[in-house]
């Protein structure tokens, strides 16, 4: 068998084959055997050889950024026998990670998001050999630790494939072979792993990278991240195909007959030049609203009632921003015993539900302010199993529940009885969420499935189905049309109400995805999950626009204030933490309060956006949630003992 040349120390790849071997007897001897992608790769590296030491960085961000391009750099080599031995991939592995550790750390930010990949196809093609299933877990217990941090569900999994036959049956296996993790790198730190790789001849490595890795370079130099580990694990779609949906028009306003409109003697002006001003502003607004697309979603029309609540919220709400911070009040659920899973609070401030594992949902009303009655909660029992979820109607009059009994439960807050029970999924409903004009609601399930329903019917309308994983939340869009989903796969979808499609398909998080929440325009969406971030959305460029941290745990509740300019955010660490999501924090906050050690040095891993971090007594914040006039509840169940988060 032929070995591979190595190149000189510090020259490109492919640089010296010439010195060695006749190109043109090669190549001729490769076109002979049918090797055509050998051929290929050995006739651009040929190439690169020819070209100045800086060509490669000559090159154009659009040609970089195409995935054959990157491939081209990567050239895939034979399978010799002494690059398939156990040992070399020890080695190979080993080494690589120690280079990547002693980089500097500009670079080191970029390239510690490759191990995780490297890592898991080593592990894996040493497990597809039988003759290496020893070496594979030798492998596997040397290197898993320091992967923990940020995987553990997926290491644990990787942890319980013991034979080939396994890993074929495997569904997160089955995952990272047929996908590619995506990462994005600068245009540097790429030359430089490239350039290591080639001069240590390592082929495995290089061959993973070329086959697993999907690399998009970008013509900028690293920027520092905090820290974080970042790259796109497999979604269940090619890097193509997620680039198709992403690419798909989507209207994220909101549309005309959803708006509350004022009333005439509110809008009379006082002079006859303000009437003729405002004639040509109401034409204008008409023409505005011809030109927009129409809903494909049925609005049942505003009651009164709800309409003049509306309006009177929209003159009396509080204006936010990051000088001007909102009230906040907390409400606790003392002597839970941990049975407490969820505690909802509606837009209104007047009714607070908790879920509990005893299959019960208990009702408070809480706009009696502190006044101790027999009727202040009442028990709605119905579910045969834990209650996992809940969501009120936008007048508060209706109630939705989610169970571990496969059914959604439709509640009146004023009778305190169940109305409905809606049976579809087949597994635990893990979230349910009702839409902005109270008429629809979406369930998410353990089936890997959300399902969109109607009040008045039994049946679902719709079910979208293609995410790899349990759907753990469901959020509905401002306007209706579209519904966002979040999985255990990590990752994000939009879906089109009216087709069932999918609109968007967003990856990034590290852990599995537990919340959702629009801004009020409709415009972003923010995410949070296991892996302690909280990733920004812009739902028209389908890029992502920020990384929130400083959450010391899990996030499990997000909101947009009314007006979009502050982001609110609780989970398990037992803080609520306010962030700047307009980018124009300037003012002195607790930024730089919250992101320091004890000794006062600032800690790289918090967020400039960052402006209030609010502790809570040992209680685990649930739900957090702006009322249309800007005042910020939150609530959550008080957890006895240490707290085991410290914020």
């Given at each position: 068998?032929?070995?591979?040349?190595?190149?000189?120390?510090?020259?490109?790849?492919?640089?010296?084959?010439?010195?060695?071997?006749?190109?043109?007897?090669?190549?001729?001897y490769?076109?002979?055997?049918?090797?055509?992608?050998?051929?290929?790769?050995?006739?651009?590296?040929?190439?690169?050889?020819?070209?100045?030491?800086?060509?490669?960085?000559?090159?154009?961000?659009?040609?970089?950024?195409?995935?054959?391009?990157?491939?081209?750099?990567?050239?895939?080599y034979?399978?010799?026998?002494?690059?398939?031995?156990?040992?070399?991939?020890?080695?190979?592995?080993?080494?690589?990670?120690?280079?990547?550790?002693?980089?500097?750390?500009?670079?080191?930010?970029?390239?510690?998001?490759?191990?995780?990949?490297?890592?898991?196809?080593?592990?894996?093609?040493?497990?597809?050999?039988?003759l290496?299933?020893?070496?594979?877990?030798?492998?596997?217990?040397?290197?898993?630790?320091?992967?923990?941090?940020?995987?553990e569900?997926?290491?644990?999994?990787?942890?319980?494939?013991?034979?080939?036959?396994?890993?074929?049956?495997?569904?997160?296996?089955?995952?990272?072979?047929?996908?590619?993790?995506?990462?994005?790198?600068?245009?540097?730190?790429?030359?430089?792993?490239?350039?290591?790789?080639?001069?240590?001849?390592?082929?495995?490595?290089?061959?993973?990278?070329?086959?697993?890795?999907?690399?998009?370079?970008?013509?900028?130099?690293?920027?520092?991240?905090?820290?974080?580990?970042?790259?796109?694990?497999?979604?269940?779609?090619?890097?193509?195909?997620?680039?198709d949906?992403?690419?798909?028009?989507?209207?994220?306003?909101?549309?005309?007959?959803?708006l509350?409109?004022?009333?005439?003697?509110?809008?009379?002006?006082?002079?006859?030049?303000?009437k003729?001003?405002?004639?040509?502003?109401?034409?204008?607004?008409?023409?505005?609203?011809?030109?927009?697309?129409r809903?494909?979603?049925?609005?049942?029309?505003?009651?009164?009632?709800?309409?003049?609540?509306?309006?009177?919220?929209?003159?009396?709400?509080?204006?936010?921003?990051?000088?001007?911070?909102?009230?906040?009040?907390?409400?606790?659920?003392?002597?839970?015993?941990?049975?407490?899973?969820?505690m909802?609070?509606?837009?209104?401030a007047s009714?607070?539900?908790?879920?509990?594992?005893?299959?019960?949902?208990?009702?408070?009303?809480?706009?009696?302010?502190?006044?101790?009655?027999?009727?202040?909660?009442?028990?709605?029992?119905?579910?045969?199993?834990?209650?996992?979820?809940?969501?009120?109607?936008?007048?508060?009059?209706?109630?939705?529940?989610?169970?571990?009994?496969?059914?959604?439960?439709?509640?009146?807050?004023?009778?305190?009885?169940?109305?409905?029970?809606?049976?579809?999924?087949?597994?635990?409903?893990?979230?349910?969420?009702?839409?902005?004009?109270?008429?629809?609601?979406?369930?998410?399930?353990?089936?890997?499935?959300?399902?969109?329903?109607?009040?008045?019917?039994?049946?679902?309308?719709?079910?979208f189905?293609?995410?790899?994983?349990?759907?753990?939340?469901?959020?509905?869009?401002?306007?209706?049309?579209?519904?966002?989903?979040?999985?255990?796969?990590?990752?994000?979808?939009?879906?089109?109400?009216?087709?069932?499609?999918?609109?968007?398909?967003?990856?990034?998080?590290?852990?599995?995805?537990?919340?959702?929440?629009?801004?009020?325009?409709?415009?972003?969406?923010?995410s949070?999950?296991?892996?302690?971030?909280?990733?920004?959305?812009?739902?028209?460029?389908?890029?992502?626009?920020?990384?929130?941290?400083?959450?010391?745990?899990?996030?499990?509740?997000?909101?947009?204030?009314?007006?979009?300019?502050?982001?609110?955010?609780?989970?398990?660490?037992?803080?609520?933490?306010?962030?700047?999501?307009?980018?124009?924090?300037?003012?002195?906050?607790?930024?730089?309060?919250?992101?320091?050690?004890?000794?006062?040095?600032?800690?790289?891993?918090?967020s400039?956006?960052?402006?209030?971090?609010?502790?809570?007594?040992?209680?685990?914040?649930?739900?957090?949630?702006?009322?249309?006039?800007?005042?910020?509840?939150?609530?959550?169940?008080?957890?006895?003992?240490?707290?085991?988060?410290?914020?």
């Amino acid at each position: 068998a032929m070995t591979q040349p190595t190149a000189p120390s510090g020259s490109l790849p492919g640089a010296g084959l010439s010195q060695e071997i006749n190109p043109n007897v090669l190549l001729d001897y490769l076109r002979k055997r049918g090797f055509r992608l050998t051929e290929q790769a050995f006739r651009t590296e040929f190439q690169s050889a020819k070209q100045p030491a800086n060509a490669l960085a000559l090159k154009s961000e659009v040609e970089l950024e195409n995935p054959q391009q990157v491939a081209n750099f990567i050239s895939t080599y034979p399978n010799t026998s002494e690059a398939i031995d156990s040992k070399n991939y020890f080695k190979q592995y080993s080494e690589f990670r120690e280079w990547i550790f002693a980089s500097l750390d500009m670079y080191q930010q970029e390239l510690v998001s490759l191990l995780y990949p490297v890592f898991v196809h080593c592990y894996l093609d040493l497990l597809s050999k039988p003759l290496y299933k020893d070496e594979a877990e030798r492998f596997f217990k040397q290197f898993f630790k320091e992967h923990e941090e940020y995987h553990e569900n997926d290491v644990h999994q990787l942890q319980s494939i013991k034979t080939a036959d396994q890993m074929k049956e495997n569904e997160l296996a089955i995952n990272y072979r047929k996908y590619q993790f995506s990462v994005e790198i600068s245009r540097f730190s790429f030359e430089l792993m490239l350039s290591f790789l080639h001069d240590k001849n390592y082929l495995i490595v290089l061959a993973i990278l070329n086959r697993r890795v999907h690399f998009r370079i970008i013509n900028a130099r690293p920027t520092p991240n905090g820290g974080i580990v970042q790259y796109n694990p497999p979604a269940g779609k090619t890097e193509g195909e997620k680039k198709d949906i992403n690419s798909k028009n989507l209207y994220w306003g909101l549309y005309d007959e959803q708006l509350p409109k004022p009333k005439e003697k509110e809008m009379d002006l006082s002079d006859s030049e303000d009437k003729k001003k405002g004639k040509k502003e109401s034409k204008a607004v008409k023409t505005e609203v011809k030109k927009t697309e129409r809903s494909s979603v049925k609005f049942p029309a505003l009651t009164d009632r709800l309409e003049s609540e509306y309006l009177e919220d929209l003159n009396n709400r509080a204006k936010l921003t990051s000088i001007a911070l909102p009230s906040v009040c907390f409400y606790t659920a003392f002597h839970t015993y941990e049975g407490m899973n969820h505690m909802e609070l509606s837009s209104d401030a007047s009714l607070a539900a908790g879920c509990f594992a005893d299959s019960s949902v208990r009702l408070w009303d809480i706009k009696k302010k502190g006044r101790r009655e027999e009727d202040d909660c009442a028990l709605l029992r119905g579910h045969s199993g834990p209650v996992f979820n809940a969501s009120f109607s936008p007048d508060s009059q209706w109630l939705l529940t989610c169970s571990e009994d496969k059914s959604v439960r439709l509640w009146n807050t004023q009778t305190k009885t169940n109305l409905v029970c809606y049976k579809s999924h087949n597994y635990p409903v893990w979230s349910v969420d009702f839409s902005s004009i109270g008429y629809y609601f979406a369930s998410s399930s353990h089936d890997r499935t959300a399902r969109l329903w109607s009040t008045d019917q039994v049946n679902p309308l719709r079910i979208f189905a293609g995410h790899l994983s349990d759907v753990n939340c469901v959020k509905f869009h401002p306007n209706c049309n579209y519904i966002a989903t979040g999985s255990s796969d990590k990752s994000i979808r939009l879906w089109d109400v009216n087709t069932a499609g999918p609109v968007r398909i967003f990856t990034g998080h590290l852990g599995s995805v537990n919340v959702l929440a629009f801004s009020p325009d409709g415009k972003y969406l923010a995410s949070a999950a296991d892996d302690n971030l909280i990733m920004l959305w812009n739902l028209a460029t389908s890029k992502k626009v920020a990384t929130l941290t400083g959450h010391k745990g899990p996030v499990w509740s997000l909101d947009f204030s009314a007006e979009g300019t502050l982001l609110a955010s609780g989970g398990s660490d037992e803080t609520v933490r306010l962030w700047d999501v307009t980018g124009n924090n300037t003012a002195e906050n607790d930024a730089e309060t919250e992101g320091t050690n004890n000794n006062g040095s600032p800690t790289p891993s918090t967020s400039k956006e960052l402006i209030k971090t609010l502790p809570t007594k040992r209680t685990p914040v649930f739900q957090v949630k702006f009322t249309r006039r800007n005042l910020l509840m939150a609530a959550g169940a008080y957890r006895g003992g240490e707290s085991q988060v410290q914020p």
